[in-house]
């Protein structure tokens, strides 16, 4: 664990460090605190185009609303009518923040002020896959590859340490790089 190296109330890259070590003792003392609950719903409306939306999720057994929603869409080479991003860079977008977020939180945390964070994250999709032209293809992603640029008031040394925190703690990183059991049920109507 990092230790906090700042003083009380103060912000640090727009983080308010009293609030991240206040959930960090929350979750240490009692660990339901610390469950959280998370779903989107997807809706089709035409060709490629769906819209997501988010209702609300929950922590430590509470309900928090959050109304937004998200629209996909697919490029007109994949058969939509590129109005909005694909599936696949929400996903990676996703990543990106998730680790985002861990930097700059572990950052501030740390007394570091960020000056650069930015995540670039690509890979290669085999659309034989995904077509179903070949059957021993992967339908998805065999590795991607990242790159952190990472500025600040730290040493190389404090970087390298948050960079393996993230990897170590980002949800999103974890969700990505191990598979997560999925349970589909399918209904008729």
Not at 5 to 34: F, R, S, Y
Not at 102 to 121: F, M, N, Q, R, V
């Amino acid at each position: 664990m990092l230790t906090n190296t700042v003083e009380k109330t103060q912000m640090v890259n727009g983080i308010n460090i009293d609030d991240v070590m206040g959930l960090i003792g929350a979750v240490q003392d009692n660990p339901d605190a610390g469950e959280t609950r998370w779903s989107v719903s997807s809706a089709w409306l035409g060709g490629t185009r769906n819209r997501a939306t988010v209702r609300s999720f929950h922590i430590g057994g509470e309900e928090i609303m959050r109304p937004f929603t998200m629209d996909v869409d697919e490029p007109l080479q994949l058969g939509g009518t590129n109005t909005q991003p694909n599936p696949q860079e929400y996903l990676l977008a996703a990543l990106n923040a998730c680790m985002i977020v861990g930097y700059a939180a572990l950052c501030s945390l740390e007394g570091i002020t960020l000056d650069k964070l930015e995540i670039a994250t690509s890979g290669n999709i085999d659309l034989r896959g995904f077509l179903g032209i070949d059957p021993t293809v992967n339908p998805g992603y065999d590795s991607l590859t990242y790159t952190v640029n990472i500025k600040g008031d730290g040493t190389p040394e404090q970087f390298e340490k948050i960079h393996r925190m993230v990897q170590a703690t980002s949800p999103n990183f974890a969700n990505i790089s191990r598979a997560v059991a999925l349970n589909p049920t399918l209904v008729v109507e």
